[in-house]
């Protein structure tokens, strides 16, 4: 069972994770927003924050893969309530 924390926005942040790792390539934005039916701008505000808590990789510049972390979220193996922002 997934453990997310107060900082995240659910259910778009389980979702870029989700499309990111079903995925297993490095995406941009708009191919994660098309995918799941968001818009591009709110899915960067939420990279941002997923890169700052060590759930998402930026690779290079508009480009991001999911974390080991973030693999560990997924699964259920990491509370990220207990989890502070890198930004902290």
């Not at 990789?57 to 509370?79: P, T, W």
């Amino acid at each position: 069972m997934r453990k997310p924390g107060d900082w995240m926005q659910l259910p778009i942040d389980e979702r870029i994770l989700e499309a990111l790792e079903s995925s297993g390539m490095i995406l941009s934005p708009a191919v994660i927003a098309k995918n799941i039916e968001k818009s591009r701008d709110e899915v960067n505000r939420r990279l941002s924050v997923l890169v700052d808590y060590g759930f998402v990789e930026r690779v290079e510049r508009g480009y991001y893969v999911v974390s080991e972390r973030g693999e560990q979220y997924l699964a259920g193996e990491l509370d990220a309530e207990e989890l502070k922002s890198e930004e902290e």
